[in-house]
T-cell receptor
Framework: GDSVTQMEGPVTLSEEAFLTINCTYT??????LFWYVQYPGEGLQLLLK?????DKGSNKGFEATYRKETTSFHLEKGSVQVSDSAVYFC??????????????FGGGTRLMVKP | SQTIHQWPATLVQPVGSPLSLECTVE??????LYWYRQAAGRGLQLLFY??????ISSEVPQNLSASRPQDRQFILSSKKLLLSDSGFYLC???????????FGPGTRLTVL
């Protein structure tokens, strides 16, 4: 079945540092890929997505590129802020998904940014 | 615009007591609806999904059940809570033609 693997956290960075959170996946065909963010005490919000190979999703300074050859969708940001502290989830919807459009999530990576 | 509501926001219940968590969606019709659980320090686990009224699919065997009595209402229930039912419960929706899921604010359940 489909699966998503993320780097384990927590990731602790100083403000303005460069961020990379690794995400790799296993799925047949060409799944759609997502990054969700969960701020403390809240639900999940879609951060960015990419639906085909070589697409780059971007939002709020975050970017991720759909790499079919390495089955990866790593999340990057050039300069993190304290307000970026949250848990980040990589997820996919399989290409052969039917009516449910069910997401398969990675385990989440907690990011802590210190001033 | 569409909005999704969950209540209660927090809940503390004794072991063996019943549970009812409610999720409602506004501003859309015929949504797919989902219940997820996030245990402390862990990722998200899909518990149930529904593609229509009265249609429930379960992803994992467990102590919980779900019902969809109305098009935009999704209820998570238990007759007798276990300690292991503690966690953060998230409801989500999407449209069949669109793969992005929208999440509610969540309910934090503590079973003592």
């Amino acid at each position: 079945g489909d699966s998503v693997t993320q780097m384990e956290g927590p990731v602790t960075l100083s403000e303005e540092a460069f961020l990379t959170i690794n995400c790799t996946y296993t799925a047949t065909g060409y799944p759609s890929l997502f990054w969700y963010v969960q701020y403390p005490g809240e639900g999940l919000q879609l951060l960015l997505k990419a639906t085909k190979a070589d697409d780059k999703g971007s939002n709020k300074g975050f970017e991720a590129t759909y790499r079919k050859e390495t089955t990866s969708f790593h999340l990057e940001k050039g300069s993190v802020q304290v307000s970026d502290s949250a848990v980040y989830f990589c997820a996919l919807i399989g290409a052969d998904n039917n009516a449910g459009n069910m997401l398969t999530f990675g385990g989440g990576t907690r990011l802590m940014v210190k001033p | 615009s569409q909005t999704i509501h969950q209540w209660p926001a927090t809940l503390v219940q004794p072991v063996g007591s019943p549970l009812s968590l409610e999720c409602t969606v506004e501003g859309t019709s015929n949504p797919n609806l989902y219940w997820y659980r996030q245990a402390a320090g862990r990722g998200l686990q899909l518990l149930f999904y529904s593609v229509g009224i009265g249609q429930i699919s379960s992803e994992v065997p467990q102590n919980l059940s779900a019902s969809r009595p109305q098009d935009r209402q999704f209820i998570l229930s238990s007759k007798k809570l276990l300690l292991s039912d503690s966690g953060f419960y998230l409801c989500a929706w999407n449209q069949r033609a669109d793969n992005e899921q929208f999440f509610g604010p969540g309910t934090r359940l503590t079973v003592l």
